[in-house]
C-alpha cells in the first residue's frame, strides 16, 4: 500500500522559515511528478507546488511563488517545500501527492501543520 508520510511542519512566526519533507514507500516515485497541497481550516485544499519527474520543471500557486521552493530527491524517493518569508495566511495542513497540479493518488497522508503566527 502506498503511504505517504509529510513532516517538518511547526509553528513560525511571520517572516519566518520552514521546509517540509515528504516521504514515501511502496510507490514508483521517479516515474512520478509530485505536488504539494495545503488545507487551511475552513477551505477547500489547493495545489500548492508541483515538480516534474526529473525535477527540471516547476509550477507554483500565484501566493507562494517567489516564497517557496519544491525539490526532489529520486535517490531517496522524498520530495521537499522549502517556504519562506511566511505569511499568515501560510497557515494549514500541508500534503504531498503524486501528480502534476491534479492527485493521483487516492488516499492521502496524514498532512504536517503549519502555522505562522506572532
Known amino acids: 500500500q502506498v503511504q505517504l508520510v509529510e513532516s517538518g511542519g511547526g509553528w513560525v512566526q511571520p517572516g519566518g522559515s520552514l521546509t517540509l519533507s515528504c516521504a514515501t514507500s511502496?510507490?514508483?516515485?521517479?516515474?512520478?511528478?509530485m505536488s504539494w497541497y495545503r488545507q487551511a481550516p475552513g477551505k477547500e485544499r489547493e495545489l500548492v507546488a508541483t515538480?516534474?519527474?526529473?525535477?527540471?520543471?516547476?509550477e507554483y500557486a500565484a501566493s507562494v511563488k517567489g516564497r517557496f521552493a519544491i525539490a526532489r530527491d529520486n535517490s531517496k524517493e522524498t520530495v521537499t517545500l522549502h517556504m519562506g518569508n511566511l505569511v499568515a495566511e501560510d497557515t494549514a495542513v500541508y500534503y504531498c501527492?503524486?501528480?502534476?497540479?491534479?492527485?493521483?493518488?487516492?488516499?492521502w497522508g496524514q498532512g504536517t501543520q503549519v502555522t505562522v503566527s506572532t
Open positions: 501527492n503524486a501528480g502534476w497540479r491534479t492527485p493521483m493518488l487516492g488516499s
Open positions: 511502496e510507490f514508483p516515485f521517479s516515474m512520478y511528478s
Open positions: 515538480i516534474n519527474i526529473l525535477g527540471t520543471l516547476t
